[in-house]
């Protein structure tokens, strides 16, 4: 008989200001690694942008939304939040914790928050990287966009998904 050892469980909770400025560097490096594949270099680096500056707003704006950190031990491996009651705004996994189930189960914390918020649909603006990780998911394109920031052109996905599908 195999014996396997077993993986513990991630765990959620909220991010607190000591986990923010965290959460903020591994924003900054899953958009450097993930997203290297789909995105040309200047668009990674307007995307995210290094520096003290950009971590501390991507910090303020994690704790502004309430959001939800994925733990591995004391490690946070993962973060997501919703904007408001229907826009998951942020979703951010680790390189190394990609396709282990961090993404799966911060999306589905962040839809039950959605419809307990009261929304009927989610909507989110995915990466090119992301788009086939909600379409599993049951989110469908409603457009493409195209973003400038920092005069560079970058596309993402307006995607929705009705929450009251299945009930």
Same mark, same amino acid.
Request: aromatic share 6%; hydrophobic share 45%; net charge negative.
């Given at each position: 008989?195999?014996?396997?050892? *077993?993986? =513990?469980? %991630?765990?959620?909770? &909220?991010?607190?200001?000591?986990? #923010? &400025? *965290?959460? #903020?560097?591994?924003?900054?490096?899953?958009?450097?690694?993930?997203?290297?594949?789909?995105? @040309? &270099?200047?668009?990674?680096?307007?995307?995210? &942008?290094?520096? #003290?500056? =950009?971590?501390?707003? !991507? *910090? @303020?704006?994690?704790?502004?939304?309430? @959001?939800?950190?994925?733990?591995?031990?004391? #490690?946070?491996?993962?973060?997501?939040?919703?904007?408001?009651?229907? %826009?998951?705004? !942020?979703?951010?996994v680790h390189k190394d914790y990609r396709g282990r189930g961090a993404a799966r189960l911060i999306a589905g914390a962040l839809e039950r928050e959605a419809r307990e918020r009261g929304a009927r649909a989610i909507r989110t603006l995915a990466s090119i990287t992301a788009r086939p990780f909600f379409e599993r998911r049951g989110y469908v394109v409603l457009h493409e966009n195209v973003v400038v920031r920092a005069g560079v052109r970058l596309t993402n996905f307006l995607m929705e998904k009705d929450l009251d599908a299945g009930r």
């Open positions: 008989m195999c014996e396997r050892t *077993a993986r =513990p469980a %991630l765990r959620l909770a &909220p991010l607190s200001s000591c986990d #923010a &400025p *965290a959460a #903020a560097e591994l924003f900054h490096e899953t958009v450097h690694a993930v997203n290297a594949r789909d995105y @040309a &270099p200047e668009q990674l680096e307007a995307w995210a &942008p290094g520096g #003290a500056e =950009p971590v501390r707003r !991507m *910090a @303020a704006r994690l704790l502004e939304q309430g @959001a939800l950190g994925a733990w591995d031990g004391s #490690a946070l491996v993962g973060f997501g939040s919703l904007e408001g009651a229907d %826009l998951l705004d !942020m979703l951010y």
